[in-house]
């Protein structure tokens, strides 16, 4: 195991328990300029490895709210390891904007040296659990902190497939002391497309290893005559997904939360009405057992 695997802390600030919005380009004047009332802003982390004005914006609000890096190619999966120059891409993203928290996903996109513009699912096997493992701890290393790792939303799964995706989770959590970044959207719509039980997998996953959860929209396409769900980030947060958050949280206790919109980006007071309705229902639910336990693990 990682000996980082009880240390979370160490670093400029914390996430508070309330919910926030991911800050995405059309809206950093807007930020800027209105201070908006969320609880805290993440952002794409591979979107402010360089300079300009991307980094100046994130330069310009990190001082009044707390900040999540959340990356989207680190590809955690890949047999070949680690892109070592992404990595210090990142590790120098963190060190200049000191996120509280830092994110990836469990998937891959990298192969041969080559990239691919998506998330892909993995085999869940005791080979790309070691890979994953492997690869969760070289990041952790390399930035010298904890990082989050988000369950992914899937349309297909590998038939050679042994290990149940809550549980690979926790066994990823378990050999690198890594946390968990549980999206709630991802799950409902994985749920949906497979047949799985979603409050069984929320029953799976370990309840203090999750630091963040992450809500949005989604699609429903219509292919071969069955209906998909597709994550695409391009609409309101859905009745069953509020639904599935509240459950959550119940189980999970109050936990930082992130309105997700990055299609069809509507105003910046509709995403600011979006964390106002999660809010309202994270100061609603009591402090959790577990919420206490995570407290302790990842003080």
């Not at 160490?10 to 800027?32: E, K, Q």
């Not at 890979?131 to 902190?145: A, H, K, P, W």
């Amino acid at each position: 195991m990682s000996n980082l695997s009880a240390c979370s802390g160490g670093w400029p600030g914390t996430i508070p328990a309330s919910a926030g919005i991911g800050l995405r380009f059309p809206h950093h004047r807007d930020v800027i300029e209105t201070r908006p009332a969320v609880g805290w802003l993440e952002v794409h982390t591979e979107n402010y490895t360089g300079g300009g004005n991307p980094a100046a914006c994130l330069e310009a609000v990190r001082a009044d709210y707390p900040l999540s890096l959340h990356g989207v190619g680190m590809s955690l999966g890949s047999a070949d390891g680690l892109d070592a120059d992404h990595l210090a891409r990142v590790r120098d993203a963190v060190r200049r904007f000191e996120p509280a928290l830092v994110s990836d996903h469990l998937s891959w996109s990298l192969g041969d040296g080559l990239y691919v513009a998506d998330l892909l699912p993995l085999p869940l096997t005791e080979e790309a659990l070691a890979v994953v493992c492997r690869n969760v701890e070289r990041f952790q290393d390399g930035l010298g902190r904890q990082i989050l790792v988000e369950n992914p939303s899937s349309y297909l799964r590998y038939r050679h497939s042994t290990i149940p995706e809550a549980e690979f989770l926790g066994a990823v959590v378990a050999a690198t002391g890594c946390g968990l970044l549980c999206d709630v959207n991802n799950i409902f719509v994985s749920a949906c497309n497979h047949g799985w039980d979603a409050m069984h997998y929320l029953d799976t996953i370990p309840a203090a290893a999750v630091q963040e959860i992450h809500l949005a929209g989604h699609a429903i396409r219509t292919i071969n005559g069955r209906d998909i769900r597709i994550d695409d980030h391009g609409s309101a947060v859905s009745d069953p997904v509020w639904t599935l958050f509240s459950a959550a949280i119940q189980r999970f206790g109050r936990i930082p939360t992130l309105i997700e919109w990055d299609n069809n980006l509507p105003a910046l007071d509709i995403l600011v009405a979006e964390a106002a309705k999660a809010d309202a229902i994270l100061a609603a639910a009591p402090q959790h057992t577990s919420e206490r336990e995570r407290h302790a693990a990842f003080a």
